[in-house]
T-cell receptor
């Protein structure tokens, strides 16, 4: 089955620790995205990558880092510099260049920082 | 600035009622418009999309939306809702050649059985 997997589903970390969230896709999509979802605020873009070895900051990149070494993978690291990391994190992918830019989403990771 | 506004934060309806969720956007140039739905415990999934042609688009599960360019709106409608439509609905906008899309804050829909 083609799709996007995110692991783990739930993640607990102590304050001050870095944590890495996994995102893998087998849809052969060029572009990948990380969003943060908070109640009443919708989805806010953290980082996105349109091609391997390249990525751009989104609207709320501070305190986060990413890498894109493989087309299939786009891990997100939540660093200790992120002031309010507890949230639901969604990964998505798409193929830019189509007439429209539909994004496909993974199941999400709920991060709780204690 | 590019933005999407969903004015209804929480809508509560009875089964068989008609639904209209508002979505207004601010975006320069040609737009692609989307409605995504997030059912409880499930992935965010595409409900419908507009990128060109007929401004009235039909999606899955009996939903439709109308693109009114002069009003910068893309409201979602369904003539008769079911309990299974309980979900959060997100409007989104992107440029025709852009990679990014911008999401609204979402509307939570609760259906009374």
């Amino acid at each position: 089955d083609g799709g996007i997997t995110q692991s783990p589903k739930y993640l607990f970390r102590k304050e001050g620790q870095n944590v890495t969230l996994s995102c893998e896709q087998n849809l052969n999509h060029d572009a990948m995205y990380w969003y943060r979802q908070d109640p009443g605020q919708g989805l806010r873009l953290i980082y996105y990558s349109q091609i391997v070895n390249d990525f751009q900051k989104g609207d709320i990149a501070e305190g986060y880092s990413v890498s894109r070494e493989k087309k299939e993978s786009f891990p997100l690291t939540v660093t200790s510099a992120q002031k309010n990391p507890t949230a639901f994190y969604l990964c998505a992918s798409s193929t830019p260049g189509l007439p429209y830019n539909e994004q496909f989403f993974g199941p999400g990771t709920r991060l709780t920082v204690l | 600035a590019q933005s999407v506004s969903q004015h209804n934060h929480h809508v509560i309806l009875s089964e068989a009622a008609s639904l209209e969720l508002g979505c207004n956007y601010s975006y320069g140039g040609t737009v692609n418009l989307f409605w995504y739905v997030q059912y409880p415990g499930q992935h965010l999934q595409l409900l419908l999309k507009y990128f060109s042609g007929d401004p009235l688009v039909k999606g899955i599960k009996g939903f439709e939306a109308e693109f009114i360019k002069s009003k910068f709106s893309f409201n979602l409608r369904k003539p008769s809702v079911q309990w299974s439509d309980t979900a959060e609905y997100f409007c989104a906008v992107g440029g025709s050649s852009a990679s990014k899309i911008i999401f609204g804050s979402g509307t939570r829909l609760s259906i009374r059985p």
